[in-house]
């Protein structure tokens, strides 16, 4: 590889490095988990079957590819923080289910059940009537969410970020 190739790969990995936005893609995947979570939440809720809880790797999925597009990540830290994000979006959703299902129940506003529960009484609602298949579609959701949230890149970019950091 001569210095000319060399120095277009150290300019081209210093360009995909500056793009990536880490404040911006947590945001972003902050703001897809709690849709997708209350998403989630309501399709659970109105109709309880099992075949529904695929819907929790929607939510990884969800917040991956909303943290790919906006942040432009390709380091791991993206990674870590989509499958953080992912795994308290579906312990989110859970707990909205059961929000939802009490408020049905008690002809009560799902805000007004939120206001009036305890924190003790929402963390255990996050675990409540969880099961087998739910955990497996959380962890597809938060392999997705891993998998989406950094950005692909091609042949020539891949090279010239495997070149920027051998030389440092």
Known sequence: MDSLEKQRNYDLA?????????????????IAMVLSAGLYGIVKALADNLYYSILAAGIGIAIGL??????????????????????????LGNMFAIVMKFAL?????????????EVSELYRWMFSELRIADLMFWAIGIGGAAYFSRRPLTREEGLALHTYKLSR
Request: proline residues 2%; charged residues 10%.
């Open 66 to 91: 909303t943290m790919q597009f906006l942040g432009r990540g390709i380091e791991r830290n993206f990674a870590v923080a989509a499958s953080v994000l992912a795994l308290l979006g579906c312990m």
């Open 14 to 30: 210093a360009k995909l490095l500056t793009q990536q936005n880490f404040g911006t893609a947590v945001i972003s995947g902050l």
């Open 105 to 117: 129940a008690n002809a009560e506003s799902p805000f007004g059940v939120l206001h009036n529960a």
